[in-house]
């Protein structure tokens, strides 16, 4: 039922760099809706990571960092690190019944 | 700092009934959107209902799936959060978070979680 496609894992080794694509349609993120990113570590819940489609909250680091284009959407984290290993969901709002909040599908990040 | 504390989980069977709380601390309550947003076990994210704020009407929407089971509402007083779960199916199990939304359209803090399990 998630209308925003992620993809279902990426991995990298530590200190380097991973993208997460987030794939939207025009009733959300190309209607020009905001993307906000979640991270979930292991049996917590999750947290929010970039809001406003660049935006980091308080405490986050600018190793993770967002962006926006069309369609869709993009987490980078540069320089990974052991604690990195999480799941990671894209969210914004939706116009048509699916909505009006979307999750994506999430993307297990892994450290290797 | 801000803390929401789920509770009201359990164990309830097919067409039963389940009423879940949020307790709030460390926000001014009363002026913030709420939202209810699941996990099913092994899967993603869920939005299931919001309440508006109390100056905005204490308004409120449900997801499709849950339209006419559920019912979310709020104590400004008890700075809590409800959401009382009717007619419960199997698909309803899942982790159940309550969230604050923030300025924009995304959810800026969240509780911890409680398990609802539905089955027989």
């Known amino acids: 039922q998630s209308v925003l496609t992620q993809p279902p894992s990426v991995s990298g080794a530590p200190g380097q760099s991973v993208t997460i694509s987030c794939t939207g349609s025009?009733?959300?993120?190309?209607?020009?809706?905001?993307v906000h990113w979640y991270r979930q570590l292991p049996g917590t819940a999750p947290k929010l990571l970039i809001y406003g489609n660049i935006n980091r909250p308080s405490g986050v680091p600018d190793r993770f960092s967002g962006s926006k284009s069309g369609t869709s959407a993009s987490l980078a984290i540069t320089g990974l690190q052991p604690e990195d290993e999480a799941d990671y969901y894209c969210q914004s709002y939706d116009s048509s019944l699916s909505g009006p909040y979307v999750f994506g599908t999430g993307t297990k990040v892994t450290v290797l | 700092q801000v803390q929401l504390v789920e509770s009201g989980g359990g164990l309830v069977k097919p067409g039963g009934s389940l009423r879940l709380s949020c307790a709030a601390s460390g926000i001014t309550f009363s002026d913030y959107y709420m939202s209810w947003i699941r996990q099913a076990p092994g899967k993603g994210l869920e939005w299931v209902s919001y309440?508006?704020?109390?100056?905005?009407?204490?308004?409120?929407y449900y997801a499709g799936s849950v339209e006419g089971r559920f019912t979310i509402s709020r104590d400004n007083a008890k700075n809590s959060l409800y959401l009382q779960m009717n007619s419960l199916r199997a698909e309803d199990t899942a982790v159940y978070y309550c969230?604050?939304?923030?300025?924009?359209?995304?959810?800026?803090?969240w509780g911890q979680g409680t398990l609802v399990t539905v089955s027989s």
């Open positions: 025009s009733s959300n993120i190309g209607a020009g809706y905001d």
């Open positions: 969230a604050t939304k923030g300025g924009g359209d995304y959810f800026d803090f």
């Open positions: 309440i508006s704020s109390s100056g905005s009407g204490s308004n409120t």
